[in-house]
């Protein structure tokens, strides 16, 4: 539970190798996590070579913490488990929407899981969404087959950075008691007041010469252009790795 | 770690409630799970309401765990961040694949916060991936808005069964060193040798009178018919609720 409370992403790492046997370790406790009907269709890449991780660092846009000593790139998976069924006289069809977001299901609650047991080892992790924004490039560099698309990227190492921890939204922002409450307008501005009154926010503000937080959001950080882009792309990258046959 | 790899999911509750404040305690620490650029896009719906659970439970087929005491349902939720943009002279673009995923993938992380604090407290949790199955009826029941997408539910409360630990595959068969490694026809069966030879696969084999575990699997429990129907409905879900515009 404190573990849990005192999360922080690390962003800057020591060069410093993670034993092999501590790695195991800790995938062996995240590969506890539940999964979908115990089929756990995902499988984890983990990159240690120096030159691959030079070569997947532009697929992370060369952000500082794709720099980290292990990388961990989380993929759904149905090639194990297409294979496995082929050779059993069963006849799979998980080449479709369902089997990709069950396989991404199952891939993100492993994924949590290894992060939270590197955590409870002193190890800092860092998720790096930006698989998604580059999945071809990555398939390409990590040699993923038919049947396996990534999804995310956590990288660890030892910390050689102590940041705060970040803000949240209050708990009553993000819950709603037996069905959904709307939001209305006297809402949303008490539910984000902190958030926008924080120092970091005034700094963001500054930094970007933006008149509010949300527009360093939609005209900067996380754009149309953007969203519709990697949306388009990553679609294509389901239909080629085989998972839009429905 | 010791709690990691001793999670089970438990299927059979006591009649028993949890305690609001001890909810809002796990809560808290699922929110600390590292989350897309901190927007925080997801809800979780709590239904306790004995009405609401007895309405939400034939969309997870009845299932024993569908009566559980306590039901989160996580959700993509791009309504709360996109009214407040609005509100703050932002142009927000996220109905689109992209955010669905973004959202999907930050919920996923929170559940699994959520089990591990659940767990850690003594209660006992289960995920029922029906939800993706029954998106449409869950939306109904919940009065989900445009924006807001249901991904997956964890139920909670105390065990009131004590089962087993499930079989995993052996680590090997999940993880890939540096790049992937395509499995060979002898592989497979290694891989999958001690999983077909347990006591539960032979008893499975009796009951559904099948020759092997695969079949099981592609002729019974994730059959084409099932996936090819859901991939499809839930793809209609995400465009009704606004995430398809790319």
Redesign the interface.
């Known amino acids: 539970?404190e573990n849990?409370?005192a999360?922080r992403?690390i962003r800057v790492y020591k060069n410093k190798p993670v034993d092999q046997q501590l790695i195991?370790?800790i995938?062996?406790?995240?590969?506890?996590?539940?999964n979908?009907?115990?089929?756990?269709v995902?499988?984890?890449?983990?990159?240690?070579?120096p030159e691959?991780i030079e070569r997947l660092a532009p697929c992370h846009f060369n952000q500082p913490a794709s720099k980290a000593p292990v990388q961990l790139t989380f993929?759904v998976?149905f090639?194990?488990?297409t294979?496995?069924?082929k050779?059993?006289?069963?006849?799979?069809?998980?080449d479709?929407?369902?089997?990709f977001?069950?396989g991404?299901?199952d891939a993100?609650?492993a994924?949590?899981?290894v992060?939270?047991?590197a955590e409870?080892?002193g190890l800092g992790?860092?998720?790096l969404?930006t698989t998604?924004y580059n999945a071809e490039k990555i398939i390409e560099?990590?040699?993923?087959?038919t049947g396996?698309v990534p999804?995310?990227t956590l990288v660890m190492g030892y910390p050689d950075e102590q940041p705060g921890l970040?803000?949240?939204?209050p708990?009553e922002?993000?819950?709603?008691?037996?069905?959904?409450h709307?939001?209305s307008?006297d809402a949303?501005?008490r539910?984000?007041a902190e958030k926008e009154s924080s120092s970091l926010t005034k700094e963001l503000l500054e930094i970007n010469k933006k008149?509010?937080?949300?527009?360093i959001?939609?005209?900067n950080?996380?754009?149309?252009k953007?969203?519709?882009d990697?949306?388009?792309t990553?679609?294509e990258v389901l239909k080629k790795q085989g998972f839009m046959n429905?």
């Open positions: 539970m849990l409370l999360h992403s195991n370790e995938l062996e406790a995240g590969i506890r996590a539940s979908t009907g115990n089929m756990q995902y499988s984890i890449v983990i990159s240690t070579l691959l993929c998976d090639n194990r488990f294979k496995w069924c050779q059993r006289k069963a006849e799979p069809s998980y479709n929407f369902l089997a977001f069950t991404a299901t993100l609650l994924a949590q899981n992060c939270i047991a409870s080892k992790i860092c998720y969404g998604v560099i990590l040699e993923l087959p396996v999804i995310v970040t803000d949240r939204l708990l922002a993000v819950v709603h008691n037996e069905t959904y709307d939001y307008e949303i501005n539910l984000y008149e509010t937080l949300a527009q959001f939609t005209d950080r996380y754009s149309k953007l969203f519709v990697v949306s388009r990553y679609l429905q």
